[in-house]
């Protein structure tokens, strides 16, 4: 039983990892603070989810509850969402322009310029 844990927790880190490197390198590539701050909040949510479940695996084939991991994970999962929604309110605050094309069905000055 110990070594299926211990697997399946290998298993949970690849998938955590390959998350935390996709929101790793869209923070690299994406061109504005808005897509910036897409990619690393839902890909680092579920990498250290990932990573928290796969630690409480391992503390429970060793005989631990994981309580700590839990609390983490919770700590994680409500302070990640906020953290990124305040940053989102700053800069539209702050009126930072965004690189996102707009369509043009959504502003109604542009269809009347059609």
């Known amino acids: 039983m110990v070594v299926f844990l211990e697997n399946l927790a290998a298993v949970l880190i690849l998938i955590a990892s390959f998350f935390l490197l996709v929101g790793a390198i869209g923070l690299i590539r994406f061109p504005d603070f808005f897509m910036r701050l897409h990619a690393p909040t839902k890909a680092s ?62 502003v109604p000055e542009r269809r009347k310029q059609d």
């Open 45 to 106: 949510t579920l990498g250290v989810g990932g990573l928290l479940i796969a630690s409480m695996l391992v503390a429970l084939a060793h005989g631990r509850p994981g309580l700590a991991e839990l609390l983490i994970a919770l700590f994680v999962f409500v302070t990640a969402p906020v953290s990124a929604n305040l940053m989102a309110q700053a800069a539209l605050h702050l009126r930072l322009a965004s690189k996102a094309p707009i369509p043009r069905d959504i």
